[in-house]
């Protein structure tokens, strides 16, 4: 079983719609939670980060914790053909000085 | 500019050519960290030094070595290189592995083994 676990896609949305990115993870001893984005052949950058459960907003970005479920996602609303690229999910867990990455979902904005 | 500097960019060498890849970084960060990305298997760590001196093996670690003799920088070695290290490497620094810091990546080195 993978430890961060994401749909590879590609995830198709129109532009201006809301595009869900979700992220599933193994540790429960998981303490911090980051989302990156990184378009083709750049390096990720980072976009949002959580550590507690509900939600955090940041402009047009949303990300949810729910750490019962080990589960975290990110929204993005009107969604824009710039923000077409693959988006990691990354979870840390400090005790072990350990940070996971999960293989990345592929977002494609369509105008 | 606060940032994460890798050299080369580009990098094509022949089986058992010992290669560097150098990453240095201007922020005074404690914890850095090498990458390699490959399709479908997203990043996987390959070494990570918690300060200097202080080095330790990541998921991946076989046919790599590195050093921390500095704290900004934290070169990556291929003592003796194979095809399957074709992949595209980052270098990563954080302020701390504790708490909400992030990691900051350098622009990636895309290297190809013959």
């Known amino acids: 079983q993978k430890e961060v676990e994401q749909n590879s896609g590609p995830l198709s949305v129109p532009e201006g719609a809301i595009a869900s990115l979700n992220c599933t993870y193994s540790?429960?001893?998981?303490?911090?939670f980051f989302w990156y984005r990184q378009y083709s052949g750049k390096s990720p950058e980072l976009i949002m980060f959580?550590?507690?459960?509900g939600d955090k907003e940041d402009g047009r970005f949303t990300a949810q914790l729910n750490k019962a479920s080990q589960y975290v996602s990110l929204l993005i609303r009107d969604s824009q053909p710039s923000d077409s690229a693959t988006y990691l999910c990354?979870?840390?867990?400090?005790?072990?000085?350990?940070?996971?990455f999960g293989a990345g979902t592929r977002l494609t904005v369509k105008p | 500019e606060a940032q994460v500097t890798q050299n080369p960019r580009y990098l094509i060498t022949v089986t058992g050519k010992k290669l560097t890849v150098t990453c240095s970084q201007n922020?005074?960060?404690?914890?850095m960290s090498w990458y390699r990305q490959d399709p479908g298997l997203g990043l996987r760590q390959i070494y990570y030094s918690m300060n200097v001196e202080v080095t330790d093996k990541g998921d991946v670690p076989e046919g790599y070595k590195v050093s921390r003799k500095e704290k900004r920088n934290f070169p990556l070695i291929l003592e003796s290189p194979s095809p399957n290290q074709t992949s595209l490497y980052f270098c990563?620094?954080?302020?701390?592995?504790?708490?909400?810091?992030?990691?900051?990546f350098g622009n990636g080195t895309r290297l190809t083994v013959t």
């Open positions: 540790d429960r001893g998981s303490q911090s």
């Open positions: 990563a620094s954080s302020l701390s592995i504790k708490g909400y810091s992030p990691l900051h």
């Open positions: 922020m005074n960060h404690e914890y």
């Open positions: 990354a979870v840390r867990n400090y005790n072990n000085n350990d940070m996971r």
């Open positions: 959580i550590y507690s459960n």
